[in-house]
T-cell receptor, first 113, second 113 residues
């Protein structure tokens, strides 16, 4: 049982490049989400999904796309990277419903030059 | 806007001291989470509670729904407790960043030997 896995751990991009951050979980969780963590700020929700085929925007969705074709995978795509997207990205999953324990991936540290 | 405030922002204590970290929020919630983030960056869920008190080892979490306040206590603190402790809340009625969690900025705790 690997829990929540994220790849890559580190990435450096140039402005305008695109890339996909991968997230996978093997706990059969319905709910998955992406957060970004910036210095001096709490984690902020980018996008989330309540099940395969269903996604919705969070607090800071601009510049990011997601899809959920399977229960296990929830990739985050940066369409055209900008320096403002330099951050640490965390994927999390849980069972559906309110008041559910969240399981976090190890994070991806992204730098956009 | 839903707000989650933590105090103190930074705390340095000596090994063995009793530690208290506070979290307050502005509206009714369905659950409150306490998370731990170690220097390596990984985030681990410590507690999830919607009422009362929970204890796990040397960690105790309490919540007062009427006062919209929660505390995390560490008894007999140890240098390995050094980490960032994050409070996060899930609001009722689908709030909290569109069905995600709203996070505090974290409390940076250092326990000196």
């Amino acid at each position: 049982n690997a829990g929540v896995t994220q790849t890559p751990k580190f990435q450096v991009l140039k402005t305008g490049q695109s890339m996909t951050l991968q997230c996978a979980q093997d706990m059969n969780h319905e709910y998955m989400s992406w957060y970004r963590q910036d210095p001096g700020m709490g984690l902020r929700l980018i996008h989330y999904s309540v099940g395969a085929g269903i996604t919705d925007q969070g607090e800071v969705p601009n510049g990011y796309n997601v899809s959920r074709s399977t229960t296990e995978d929830f990739p985050l795509r940066l369409l055209s990277a900008a320096p403002s997207q330099t951050s640490v990205y965390f994927c999390a999953s849980s069972y559906s419903g309110r008041a559910r324990e969240q399981f976090f991936g190890p994070g991806t540290r992204l730098t956009v030059l | 806007k839903n707000e989650v405030e933590q105090s103190p922002q930074n705390l340095t204590a000596q090994e063995g001291e009793f530690i208290t970290i506070n979290c307050s929020y502005s509206v009714g919630i369905s659950a409150l989470h306490w998370l731990q983030q170690h220097p390596g960056g990984g985030i681990v869920s410590l507690f999830m509670l919607s009422s009362g008190k929970k204890k796990h080892g040397r960690l105790i979490a309490t919540i007062n729904i009427q006062e919209k306040h929660s505390s995390l206590h560490i008894t007999a603190s140890h240098p390995r407790d050094s980490a960032v402790y994050i409070c996060a809340v899930r609001y009722k009625m689908g709030g909290g960043g569109a069905d995600g969690l709203t996070f505090g900025k974290g409390t940076h705790l250092i326990i000196q030997p």
